[in-house]
C-alpha cells in the first residue's frame, strides 16, 4: 500500500509518497511530472518515513543541512536508479553538471563516454525531489536549464542551499524554461 501526506514548504505545496520501503515520491503541486507513479489506490495517512520525510524537509527549508535521510524507495529504470544514486552523493550547497555525471557513470561502468542528454533525461524524471537532489544539476555553460517543479524553485532550493547564483543563469529559449516562466533579471 501507499501513504501519502501533503506538506507546505515556503516555495509550494508539496505531496508525498511512501510504501514500507520508503519515500517513493515528493512532488511539487503542479510540476511537470507531478504524482506520475502514484498508483491509484492510496491512502492519506501519516507513516514513520513521511513523517520522517517531512522533518527532514522542515530542517531543509530552516536553511540547514539535514543530518539524516529518510528511507527511500526510488522506482525506475536500472539506468534511471543509477542517475539518482549519484545524485544522491552531490554535497548539500554545490552543483554539478549533467557532463560530470555522465562521466561518472561512464567510469563506474568502465565506458569511454555517456549521452549528458540521457543524464538529463533521467535527473528530470526523478520522482524524489529535494532530497534526490536533482536541483543541484546544471549546465556546462552555467545555465541553470529546465526543472520539473518550476525555475522559481530551483533557484529558490539553491539560495536556500547558499550557493552563489551569480555564476548561473536562465536561458532564454530551448526546452529548458518551463511554459509561462520567464528568465530571470540578473544573469546573462
Known amino acids: 500500500m501507499v501513504y ?10 508539496m505531496l508525498l509518497a511512501a510504501d514500507e520501503v520508503g519515500l517513493t515520491g515528493l512532488w511539487f503541486d503542479g510540476g511537470k511530472f507531478f504524482a506520475d507513479n502514484l498508483p491509484a ?7 514513520p518515513t513521511l513523517a520522517a520525510s517531512k522533518r527532514w524537509l522542515d530542517i531543509y527549508f530552516m536553511g540547514k543541512e539535514p543530518d539524516f535521510t529518510p528511507p527511500l524507495h526510488p522506482i525506475g529504470s536500472a539506468f ?9 552523493q552531490i554535497p548539500y550547497g554545490q552543483t554539478v553538471t549533467y ?8 567510469a563506474q561502468e568502465g565506458r569511454a563516454g555517456m549521452s549528458a542528454q540521457a543524464v538529463g533525461g533521467a535527473v528530470g524524471h526523478n520522482e524524489i525531489s529535494i532530497i534526490i537532489p536533482c536541483h543541484r544539476v546544471v549546465g556546462t555553460s552555467g545555465s541553470l536549464t529546465g526543472y520539473a517543479g ?5 533557484i529558490a532550493l539553491l539560495k536556500t542551499e547558499h550557493v552563489d ?24
Open 4 to 13: 501519502t501526506q501533503k506538506y507546505a514548504s515556503p516555495i509550494g505545496g
Open 80 to 88: 534511471r536508479m543509477k542517475v539518482w544514486d549519484v545524485l544522491l
Open 41 to 47: 489506490e492510496h491512502e492519506e495517512e501519516e507513516t
Open 99 to 106: 557532463g560530470w555525471i555522465a562521466r561518472q557513470l561512464a
Open 150 to 154: 518550476g525555475m522559481d524553485r530551483k
Open 165 to 188: 547564483m551569480s555564476r548561473f543563469f536562465v536561458p532564454k529559449k530551448g526546452t529548458a524554461l518551463q511554459r509561462g516562466e520567464r528568465p530571470m533579471a540578473q544573469g546573462r
